[in-house]
């Protein structure tokens, strides 16, 4: 009777661990991944809200707490982890010349996306809301800061930079997807998602798509399409 060598059945075992390991690590990205998006999805009842924006009426609602809990848990995963994941946000990539063609890179292709999508059949134009300055200041730091670095956290972080490098190509697109499903125009998200899930995986940091995302966002703030 043919028998394994002690070498294959180290070499199978090895496997077998491997597997077990990127399994267990899939799974606890997921269960991670759905307490974020509870938090940042959930309907919190009125007498649980403390923060909350004092911008007037929008069509927009930008569930500040909710997002700020979601910061609040990763800083929470990031103390538990000894730090692990400090070099997502090394400054390093932002001294580079080439970060910064990225980044307009990714900019003008969003614009153009979205163009596409609209059919080039208008031309946007800029517009400036009825807001005090205090009310500029704090819509700012809403659409520059908070929403952007809660996302980005979320979508570019736990989805895509934090899994195997070995399916960053597939988690770019599930985070893609995933991004487009919170927005109120899924199609125009995903290009958005896309592009900046594709300046995360090139420099392996989250600070260059936070700033494209921030970018993104001041500008659609005031321009509409």
Do not use: C
Not at 84 to 107: H, Q, V
Not at 191 to 205: H, M, S, T, Y
Request: no cysteine; aromatic share 14%.
């Amino acid at each position: 009777m043919k028998t394994d060598s002690p070498m294959n059945i180290r070499h199978t075992s090895s496997k077998i661990r491997a597997i077990f390991k990127v399994g267990t690590k899939t799974l606890l990205l997921m269960f991670l991944f759905l307490i974020a998006f509870l938090l940042e999805s959930i309907v919190l009842p009125e007498q649980l809200i403390i923060l909350e924006d004092t911008l007037p009426a929008t069509n927009v609602i930008f569930k500040l707490q909710n997002r700020i809990l979601v910061i609040v848990f990763f800083l929470l995963l990031i103390l538990i982890t000894k730090k692990k994941y400090l070099y997502l946000f090394k400054l390093d990539p932002l001294k580079r010349k080439e970060t910064y063609l990225w980044i307009m890179g990714i900019l003008i292709f969003k614009f153009m996306m979205i163009n596409i999508m609209e059919g080039f059949n208008s031309i946007g134009s800029f517009a400036l809301f009825p807001f005090s300055f205090s009310e500029y200041l704090q819509l700012l730091m809403i659409v520059a800061l908070i929403v952007p670095l809660q996302e980005e956290l979320l979508y570019r972080g736990l989805l895509l930079l934090v899994p195997s490098q070995k399916i960053k190509y597939l988690m770019l697109i599930i985070s893609s997807v995933a991004f487009a499903l919170i927005h109120p125009t899924p199609t125009t998200a995903f290009w958005l998602g896309l592009g900046n899930g594709v300046v995360a995986i090139r420099f392996n940091n989250l600070l260059v798509p936070l700033i494209v995302h921030s970018l993104w966002n001041i500008f659609v703030t005031f321009y509409h399409f």
